[in-house]
């Protein structure tokens, strides 16, 4: 009775586990990605092969964000061919490490929605924190201070520009040598500013980056007399 | 002494607990307890639209999308073109007002993605996430 | 038969070979999501079945609950105790999988922490039925033969 009851079990998983095969097959279901800083796209290639003795219809391909654009050369894909879904990651303004997922629906059997992951690393060349300063009406015009850290890049310089010429800038260095501080004080007050500051780091020398901070003062704010 | 299957059983599962207190005290501080971490505060529908003026509405989802629909006097802030767009949601924002940041449909990250750098590299408070996304909007709007 | 040859014959060594090597999973799959709790909360959270707050608490136990159940195992201490455990927390995974897929949910499984990921479904149910065997036949012979020669 024990041994008849370990067949029948050991039976049921090995029948459970043929029946469920799919005919397409993924060479890769996860791309790592990594752009260098001058890139605006990341591109990955998931190739398959149909496996089965049916064609396989791809029926949808879908990517989790407005940012991922998946091809498909055609959509039918006929036992022993191949193909592949090539897909571009728009990096924009995007940093760090981002996990973008692909999801493609097929006819095969059993039916299941495949996900294939792309994960790009952005290279940081500087993190600035925070990109945001703001003096309400009835704060006191102080210095504020945005850290600015550098990736592993050879930065050993950073220009600031305010687009607005009552805010005042000076760069300091850091805590350490891959660190700066911009001392940000605004000089006027009854007007409000909206004003950006432009950062710009010394490297890559032949195709500079940008970044940005940005500085709000609300009016009425009272100046308080710069530092002697 | 053999003990009962009950008791082992127990005991197993009364051990078990020993060590893995001792993890949670270690990661007491984790904000992941009560919210998925990197989760922004959700918020309905109803409850954004009860804010009134007070709510600044923000669309992350691509140029295109919003330029074919969006929530009225709802501001564009996408990451492919987050440093141009930022600087006006900036003007825009005041300490007292609600951020509410909408993408399309649940599993779209774009909305959470945006809240999460609102909060943490610009440091504002207030920042939710609409529940449901545009499609909720645009089936409330039917 | 020798009292000897009753104790450490045929039976004993499939008892300790299976042990050794289910416990071992076992320990195996615990220390992997113990490191990372949260991101086994995560993914005990993808499969869309207990709200988060109940998740991340299970996130904490489960894999501290597997490494005792492997020991366990390995050591023969316990050990009833530990086969019907280790046999209920496969139950789990696999009611779990198997709901995943009628949701069509995709998952990665998150047994066997990110190791997992490059396993298909379908060998990670064979595994898992595999296991299930392994500790039914374990549960079978789990009883030391009685000596050959009793006094």
């Keep these: ?228 | 002494m053999r003990l009962s299957l009950v008791r082992q059983l127990l005991l197993l599962l009364g051990l078990a607990f020993l060590p893995a207190i001792g993890q949670a005290i270690y990661y007491r501080d984790a904000p992941s307890w009560q919210q998925r971490p990197g989760d922004s505060a959700p918020v309905t529908l109803a409850q954004a639209k009860a804010w009134g003026s007070a709510a600044l509405w923000l669309d992350a989802r691509s140029e295109e999308q919003f330029t074919r629909g969006h929530v009225p006097g709802a501001m564009l802030l996408n990451e492919d073109d987050w440093h141009s767009l930022l600087p006006p949601v900036l003007g825009a924002w005041s300490p007292e007002r609600k951020l509410v940041v909408y993408c399309s449909r649940q599993t779209c990250d774009a909305s959470h993605v945006v809240a999460e750098r609102l909060r943490k590299e610009a440091g504002l408070p207030n920042v939710y996430v609409l529940e449901g996304g545009w499609e909720e909007w645009e089936a409330a709007a039917k | 038969m020798t009292s000897k040859q009753a104790r450490f014959g045929g039976r004993f060594f499939v008892r300790l070979i299976l042990a050794i090597a289910v416990g071992g999973v076992f320990l195996y799959a615990g220390a992997l999501k113990v490191r990372d709790p949260l991101r086994f909360a995560s993914d005990i959270d993808h499969y869309q079945m207990i709200p988060w707050t109940v998740a991340v608490r299970f996130a904490f136990y489960l894999p501290w609950l597997e490494i005792l159940c492997g020991l366990s195992l390995v050591f023969q201490r316990l050990f009833a105790g530990a086969i019907v455990l280790a046999g209920g927390l496969m139950l789990v995974f696999l009611v779990a999988t198997a709901w995943a897929r009628l949701h069509g949910i995709d998952i990665t499984c998150g047994c066997f922490g990110t190791a997992s990921s490059n396993l298909s479904l379908t060998w990670h149910l064979v595994l898992d039925g595999g296991i299930l065997a392994a500790l039914l036949v374990l549960w079978l012979i789990r009883e030391p033969m009685p000596a050959a020669n009793p006094a």
């Design chain 1, 1 to 228: 009775m024990k041994r008849n009851t370990i067949l029948a079990l050991l039976g049921l998983f090995g029948l459970f586990a043929g029946t469920a095969h799919a005919a397409l097959v993924w060479e890769k279901s996860e791309v790592e990605l990594n752009p260098s800083l001058s890139d605006k796209t990341a591109v990955a290639h998931f190739k398959y092969k149909n496996t089965g003795e049916q064609p396989v219809k791809i029926t949808s391909v879908h990517s989790s964000c407005g940012c991922t654009t998946a091809a498909l050369a055609k959509d039918e894909v006929e036992p022993n061919e191949s193909g592949e879904i090539t897909a571009t990651f728009n990096i924009g303004d995007r940093s760090g490490v981002q996990n973008k997922t692909i999801t493609v629906m097929t006819d095969d059997q059993p039916a299941q929605a495949k996900v294939l992951r792309l994960k790009a690393t952005i290279p940081q060349l500087i993190t600035v924190a925070p990109i945001f300063v703001y003096w309400s009406e009835k704060d006191k015009l102080e210095l504020k201070t945005i850290t600015v850290d550098v990736g592993d890049f050879p930065v050993t310089k950073l220009t600031v520009t305010p687009t607005d010429k009552s805010i005042e800038t000076e760069v300091k260095p850091g805590a350490n040598k891959k660190q700066f501080l911009i001392v940000v004080r605004p000089t006027e007050s009854g007007r409000p500013i909206n004003a950006s500051l432009k950062i710009e780091p010394d490297y890559p020398k032949d195709a500079p980056k940008l970044f940005y901070a940005n500085v709000r003062v609300d009016s009425r704010a009272t100046a308080t007399p710069p530092p002697q």
